[in-house]
């Protein structure tokens, strides 16, 4: 088994070509033809990340979040990079093209939320996926009741929650994985009736036009949203790659504390 073997695997499942413009997937170093027998899934690449699978005999890495994202001038030494290279080791990137794909993040958000999916909140793809979705409750849930099962079900310490409407019931969520939320998402979300959304890494001013259209914002942070893409990613890969041992990072925590 090689990189490009699973490289094109992970193209099938989530094509490359999805991903958005500014995005970027795929192998981002090593060579397709390097054999690989141990791969670790994770979110981030960090430098423990690194180091953990260097010391666990990883040759390919495949990650979530891009750990090359724009054009780099120069490559600092505390950069994961240079640990990759020494260490020989390959990575793959499945991030936006993974996001909006079946059964990827955002889907997975979703059903560890118990949610069912009614229909994409905003489509992007001419097979109609897109990203995010629009979920309708079984039944209309408050607010704050919404919060909980945030907090439970994504063992978060810490949800952050639109002031003042912790008892407006609700029965149509919007769910967005990451940082997920624009002024686009926002519109769609108030069109198609939604009285929440599920996201993270909210700015300042989205929460004051939420406030203004009277929708609650649940900020359950970009990692608490996504860090069950490891666990996707790992059995996305085990389950055509019966001969390779799969690990999903131990290394890996949230980068924030949370004082309460």
């Avoid at 170093?29 to 390097?34: I, L, P, V």
């Avoid at 889907?107 to 897109?130: P, R």
């Avoid at 259209?213 to 389950?239: C, F, M, P, W």
């Amino acid at each position: 088994m090689t990189v490009g073997d699973i490289l094109r695997h992970l193209n099938a499942a989530a094509p490359f070509k999805t991903a958005e413009s500014f995005d970027n997937v795929g192998l981002l170093t090593g060579s397709e033809d390097r054999e690989v027998t141990r791969v670790l899934c994770c979110l981030d690449i960090t430098r423990a990340v690194v180091s953990e699978a260097a010391e666990k005999g990883a040759e390919l890495i495949v990650s979530h979040h891009p750990v090359i994202f724009g054009g780099l001038k120069n490559i600092p030494e505390h950069s994961p990079i240079v640990l990759l290279i020494k260490n020989n080791i390959s990575v793959i990137a499945m991030h936006t093209n993974f996001d909006i794909a079946e059964g990827g993040v955002n889907d997975t958000l979703i059903e560890t939320l118990g949610f069912k999916k009614l229909e994409t909140l905003e489509v992007t793809q001419a097979d109609g996926k897109g990203f995010g979705a629009v979920c309708e409750l079984k039944k209309e849930l408050s607010a704050r009741e919404i919060v909980g099962r945030c907090k439970e079900a994504l063992r978060l310490r810490l949800v952050k929650y639109s002031a003042g409407l912790g008892e407006k019931l609700i029965s149509r969520v919007a769910v967005c994985c990451g940082a997920g939320i624009d002024e686009n998402v926002m519109r769609l979300a108030a069109e198609k009736g939604c009285g929440a959304i599920i996201s993270g890494d909210i700015k300042h001013n989205f929460w004051i036009e939420a406030q203004n259209r009277q929708i609650v914002l649940i900020d359950a942070g970009h990692y608490g949203t996504e860090i069950a893409a490891k666990n996707v990613l790992a059995k996305l890969i085990s389950e055509r790659f019966a001969d390779a041992e799969v690990i999903v990072s131990e290394a890996e925590q949230d980068p924030a504390e949370y004082s309460i």
